[in-house]
């Protein structure tokens, strides 16, 4: 069995760039599972889909050529064989990736395929529900998380609009894996901490569990 970093989180806590250095310096491959929701996302709206028809978006991905692969050390997503990327951080999919998230039925897809990639390797994933739903079992699990003022300005640092406390409300009060800290999971605020520092708390606490396990 290989080892699954999971590391869960409210938006703009630094979860992305946290799980993607801490891959980088084990060797293990990054997964960002946000950017599979943000993948639906667009692409129910990009074919005029309602987000409220749930066997019509179904239908809509068992009907395209999505791939969730890799290109190096991290997860990618090709559409038609092109790799989504810009698409995916489009304000509309900013305002309506938490409404997809939301279902059931999709998420159930995300996860089996969120799975699929630790049976091959060592996995760093982050996203909302990491360390309750996709790797319960896992001893590896972090809950990242920062003030509502620190987070709303690393939005708009980014060039993004879209408002954090409407996204946690709606990702921590969805009835399918809402968004929550794992109890066994340790607990980083990152709001006066730099990434390096996060990184390294983290990593010394991986590293303390990979001796004793």
């Known amino acids: 069995m290989f080892p699954a970093i999971a590391i869960d989180g409210p938006a703009a806590s630094g979860k992305s760039t946290i799980a993607r250095l801490i891959a980088q310096k084990l ?3 990054f997964i960002n599972t946000g950017a599979m929701y943000r993948a639906v996302t667009w692409l129910t709206l990009s ?7 749930t066997p019509a978006i179904i239908r809509l991905l068992a009907s395209l050529p999505v791939e969730f692969g890799k290109k190096g050390t991290e997860s990618i997503i090709l559409y038609q064989g092109r790799e989504l990327e810009e698409e995916l951080t489009l304000p509309e999919i900013n305002q309506n ?9 999709i998420r159930a897809l995300l996860v089996q395929r969120q799975r699929q990639y630790n049976e091959k390797e060592p996995v760093v994933m982050e996203g909302r529900d990491i360390g309750t739903v996709v790797f319960p079992k896992t001893p590896f699990k972090y809950f990242v998380t ?17 408002s954090i406390q409407e996204r946690d409300r709606k990702d921590a009060k969805r009835s399918t894996a809402p968004l929550i800290q794992a109890p066994d999971a340790l607990l980083v605020d990152t709001s006066d901490l730099t990434i390096d520092q996060v990184v390294a708390i983290l990593i010394e606490d991986i590293q303390r569990k990979l001796i004793h396990s």
């Open 146 to 162: 920062a003030s509502e003022a620190v987070r709303e300005a690393r939005r708009k640092a980014q060039g993004l609009k879209d």
């Open 97 to 105: 990736v938490s409404t997809i998230a939301a279902i059931p039925e």
């Open 27 to 29: 060797g293990y491959t």
């Open 47 to 53: 074919h005029n889909i309602s987000l409220d028809d």
